[in-house]
């Protein structure tokens, strides 16, 4: 019953550093998600996947990448770390609009 | 665009009380509305969903919600807290029907504390 898997849990970068955030859901679902969720300002989308072959940018996509890789493994990517960086990063998907978004247990950045 | 208010950043409640943690939205389009709560260090866990039909809608835990469309309101009650209870709430909105992905616009969580 493992749901979103995301990797790993927590990581420390230097800034300049690259690293990549992996995801994976075994849910069969079209879509998927990265947010990252930072204190007071609730949680905001990075980049979002409505279905396989396709990408598009969320709120806050500057300074990151993404890949669908396949219908189950969607990877975010950060090409030149940053301190504004830090945060908790958290894969979710879901099937299709209005049924549920289940999140993955989060990765915990911290940029140096 | 949408968007999503939560009014008070944090909530303090005695255990007994009624829990009453307040969400407006914003949508050119009908939405669908969503509370999450999150417990310390874990992801996101759906406590009720409001798409369509029955506009009072229910969860888990014993929570509730009702959906307001005349007050552009979602607001989440409880009639008795617990000690359990004590964790952070977001609200959420997305794309209602005919919308394209099922992203969600977030508001800035609200943390509720349970007293004894």
């Known amino acids: 019953n493992a749901g979103v898997t995301q990797t790993p849990k927590f990581q420390v970068l230097k800034t300049g550093q690259s690293m990549t955030l992996q995801c994976a859901q075994d849910?069969?679902?079209?879509?998927m998600y990265w947010y990252r969720q930072d204190p007071g300002m609730g949680l905001r989308l990075i980049y979002y996947?409505?279905?396989?072959?396709?990408?598009d940018k969320g709120e806050v996509p500057n300074g990151y990448n993404v890949s669908r890789l396949n219908k189950r493994e969607f990877s975010l990517r950060l090409e030149s770390a940053a301190p504004s960086q830090t945060s908790v990063y958290f894969c979710?998907?879901?099937?299709?609009?209005?049924?549920?978004?289940?999140f993955g247990e989060g990765s915990w950045l911290t940029v140096v | 665009a949408q968007s999503v208010t939560q009014l008070g950043s944090h909530v303090s409640v005695s255990e007994g009380a009624l829990v009453l943690l307040r969400c407006n939205y914003s949508?050119?389009?009908?939405?669908?509305l969503f509370w999450y709560v999150q417990y310390p260090n874990q992801g996101l866990q759906l406590l009720l969903k409001?798409?369509?039909?029955?506009?009072l809608v229910k969860g888990i835990n014993g929570f509730e919600a009702e959906f307001k469309k005349s007050e552009t309101s979602f607001h989440l009650t409880k009639p008795s807290a617990h000690m359990s209870d004590a964790a952070e709430y977001f609200c959420?909105?997305?794309?209602?029907?005919?919308?394209?992905?099922?992203?969600?616009?977030f508001g800035t969580g609200t943390l509720l504390a349970v007293q004894p």
């Open positions: 996947s409505a279905s396989e072959g396709t990408t």
């Open positions: 849910m069969n679902h079209n879509s």
């Open positions: 409001y798409t369509t039909g029955a506009t």
């Open positions: 949508s050119s389009v009908p939405p669908y």
């Open positions: 979710a998907s879901s099937e299709v609009p209005g049924n549920t978004i289940y």
């Open positions: 959420a909105v997305s794309e209602g029907y005919g919308g394209a992905t099922n992203k969600l616009i």
